[in-house]
């Protein structure tokens, strides 16, 4: 806990200082990250209660995937949640089932970091839409990366009850995308745009 320490500058260091047990507390000097190897022990269903009033974000979510391999520059989460774990396809489907008969929400949320990069989305969002076919049930996924969205994932986001999809063009040009480290381009943003607006099974 930060009320544990305190910032000291009575040595060589940055303006910022550096951080130290303050006297009499049994804290650590050095604090080490711990990580929950095993993602998929975890229960995904840790929300129980329903808010009586409508909120913005008024869906059950289930986060799949934690961490992520693509290292933004400026990306602090991606960097504190590595090591990138997934939790299994089956476990998203059923999580995802339980969950929407528990709270009866009308729309699901599949969220994480990256959630197209799960190496199962494709399958997941095909299951699910078999599952919640003519429930007018929605599967949303929170901004697509671009160079991982084709014409068959924006088909299987848009499901049956087809609602609002949002890219992340990253920055206003290329010399800045190349520079926080993203690798998207003017054609994936038109390609993305021109995949998710045309009509279901049109190529």
């Known amino acids: 806990m930060p009320s544990l320490y305190e910032v000291r500058h009575d040595e060589p260091c940055s303006p910022h200082g550096y951080t130290v047990p303050r006297e009499g507390k ?3 000097t050095v604090v080490y990250k711990r990580v929950v190897e095993d993602f998929g022990a975890t229960n995904p269903l840790s929300q129980s209660c329903v808010p009586y009033a409508q909120l913005v974000h008024d869906r059950l979510s289930i986060e799949i995937l934690r961490g992520c391999a693509r290292g933004c520059r400026f990306c602090q989460a991606g960097m504190t949640y590595r090591p990138v774990r997934e939790r299994s396809a089956d476990q998203i489907v059923s999580s995802v089932i339980q969950g929407l008969e528990k709270t009866g929400y009308d729309e699901v949320s599949l969220t994480s970091l990256s959630t197209t990069d799960h190496s199962c989305i494709r399958d997941v969002l095909d299951r699910l839409n078999r599952r919640l076919e003519d429930t007018g049930i929605r599967v949303s996924i929170p901004s697509q990366r671009l160079d991982s969205f084709g014409v ?4 299987s986001v848009a499901g049956e009850k087809k609602g609002g999809l949002t890219f992340a063009p990253e920055a206003g040009s290329q010399r800045m995308r190349d520079i926080i480290n993203k690798n ?3 054609e994936d943003l038109d ?4 995949a998710a607006s045309r009509p279901a099974g049109t190529a």
């Open 184 to 186: 998207v381009t003017e």
């Open 152 to 155: 068959d994932m924006a088909e």
């Open 26 to 28: 049994d804290a650590p």
């Open 191 to 194: 390609r993305a745009a021109k």
